[in-house]
């Protein structure tokens, strides 16, 4: 499998394309908003995206979304439970920066509503949907065969803050708890921001998980 990735935007946040091989179609999981570095990242290894998964709807993950479903035809796939924000980036973009820069942030026109445990078969890949709400209510990690695409849910040696409306530590916890911590020791963890993990390393010193299991 492939698995490239690059930091975008001031959040340096994470975007992933994954495909079984160069020169396929491919998923992409998270869209910040510069979507001509994830046109070029596609490029680069001639892949075709088919779907866009987004972990959820914060601005730094999904403003670069409306274009990318523009200029590639993939269909894009968030849970509704987040719609408050990602149907609403200028609202975002001023609470951030208390006002709009300059730039198109607009949402795909059409969404697919993730629904918790499905499984999805995209771009020749099979994904399992875990909603894990806490970040956000309609937060949504993307497990595929041995590979966890965690988004802000959970970090090397960190979890999403939970402070921004709509946050629920009480929530993320339990998410992780149910959802992330019985996956198996070898997964790797790919996060919205930093760098990767193991699940085993994560259990193992992570300070937000002790004493979760
Ligand atoms: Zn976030
Ligand atoms: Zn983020």
Redesign the pocket.
Known sequence: MLIASESLWYAQTNTYVIAPEAGRPAIIVDAPPDPEAILELVARYDLTPTALLL????I??TGGAGTVVDRTGAMAYVHPDDDYLTLNPLEQLRALFGMTPEGDFAPPRQFEPLVDGESLRLAGLDIEVLHTPG??PG?CCFLLQNSLFS??HLFAGSI??TD?PGGDMEALLESMRAKILPLADETTVYP?HGPSTTIAAERRSNPFLQGLS
């Open positions: 972990t959820h709807g914060h730094d993950h970040h956000t937060h988004g802000d999403g803050r921004l919205g």
